[in-house]
């Protein structure tokens, strides 16, 4: 009965329904919404979730040993979301947190490429049934509440070219983490760019590739299956949108010691990853044993010192709050609607894990402390520009005409 006793001192905002592995029915909150009734179909859940929550709650679901009969699984990890810091304030909580806290990820090349493999590498059917027609599998930018998912996706990648400060036409730029190639496909066309990415994902790399060939980019926009720290030469421009929450933090003084390596001394680089915005804290742990092993995710001042540690000078940063969230909505979304195509894919096991994730996150962003920060880094200060005017400037050029006419209007 440990579970339903811990629930009964932390559960205090929204209306939670337990029906505990005994049949036993217990009621929590104040009952004010959001409502959710959860049903467990096993005893040993009644110790288990207690012992680890952030664990063992998605992997009850995922293996369908917990089910939602009233409500939505997004009712109950809000209900969740909004009382944690009363699970917080448990002494085995707060044990636990600390512990995770230490917890340094060893990331060499090999195991990077294995944990790259498990998500990346999966169908790609899978990715074309959630994501923009782009496959960009990050943070979307929404100027306006009603942008759709491909014109958030595009305005993202316009709204990084920007602040890439592309001021010229032949520019040398490297794309750390290129993924499908939709952004390093955007700067060879939109700027005259010639792009280099690199990427650990056999599945990307080979998509990317055949995406610049069927453009006409392929001298232009160039794709490597290779790990950053492989990578050799000097570059006018690097960006990074997505790979950073995968290099682990016992690596970050490597990560920006490589950077200021690969740019010169008139570069300028930005970051654009998923962090914290309170104090720095592990990733959630079925995210990391589940969906993304090896990942991590940084506050601001985990990054702002290593970078300053490698000798690069942070000349701009923008913190995305809820552009994740309704990214992330718009993905589940679409995931929910083609379930039984994805469970056709992989099986029922996998869309309960998927939905788990994506939930998860996207509560995250929404009523916890995760957020998107990009970081714009150079070796010195006056590279670029004294205000941020080159950076609106361009995204208004390169706005494409109906959208310009639309945000006139607006």
């Not at 682990?248 to 008139?266: C, I, M, Q, S, V």
Request: glycine share 6%; aromatic share 10%; proline share 3%.
């Amino acid at each position: 009965m440990l579970f339903p006793v811990i629930l009964k001192s932390t559960i205090r905002t929204g209306s939670l329904r337990l029906i505990d592995g005994a049949g036993r029915t217990h009621v929590y909150g104040d009952g004010s919404p959001p409502h959710c009734t959860v049903r467990l179909h096993a005893r040993h859940l009644d110790y288990t979730l207690a012992l680890n929550p952030e664990l063992s709650i998605g992997e009850a679901y995922m293996n369908g040993l917990l089910t939602v009969e009233d409500g939505t699984l997004y009712d109950l990890l809000e209900i969740a979301a909004r009382n944690l810091q009363n699970f917080e304030k448990m002494p085995w909580f707060s044990l636990l947190s600390r512990v995770m806290r230490r917890l340094k990820q060893y990331n060499p090349i090999d195991r990077a490429r294995r944990n790259v493999a498990h998500h990346y590498d999966l169908s790609g059917q899978l990715y074309d049934l959630f994501l923009d027609s782009d496959r960009q599998y990050s943070c979307a930018y929404f100027i306006s509440a009603i942008d759709s998912l491909e014109t958030a996706q595009e305005n993202k990648k316009r709204h990084i070219a920007a602040k890439l400060l592309l001021d010229r036409p032949g520019l040398n730029i490297l794309d750390i983490g290129s993924g499908w190639g939709g952004l390093g496909l955007y700067l060879a066309e939109e700027a005259g760019a010639d792009v280099t990415g690199v990427t650990l994902s056999v599945e990307q790399h080979k998509k990317s590739k055949a995406r610049a060939a069927a453009a006409g980019l392929a001298d232009r926009a160039r794709f490597q299956l290779r790990d950053y720290r492989q990578v050799a030469g000097e570059y006018d421009r690097i960006v990074s949108v997505g790979m950073f929450e995968h290099v682990g933090k016992k690596n970050y003084d490597e990560f920006f010691a490589k950077l200021n390596d690969l740019l010169k001394k008139d570069g300028v680089a930005l970051l654009h990853a998923i962090g914290f915005s309170d104090a720095p804290g592990p990733i959630n742990p079925f995210i990391r044993k589940y969906i993304f092993p090896g990942a991590d995710l940084a506050s601001l001042s985990e990054v702002c010192s290593a970078a300053e540690r490698s000798g690069l000078i942070v000349t701009d940063v923008e913190i995305l709050r809820l552009h994740y969230a309704e990214t992330l909505r718009h993905w589940r979304r679409r995931f929910m609607a083609n379930r039984q195509r994805i469970a056709a894919l992989y099986d029922e096991r996998f869309c309960r894990m998927w939905e788990f994730y994506l939930v998860l996150c996207e509560i995250g962003f929404r009523f916890r402390s995760m957020m998107v920060f990009q970081v714009q880094l150079a070796k010195r200060s006056d590279i670029v520009p004294l205000t941020r005017d080159y950076m609106v400037d361009w995204e208004r050029e390169h706005m494409p005409a109906t959208r310009r006419y639309t945000r006139a209007a607006e």
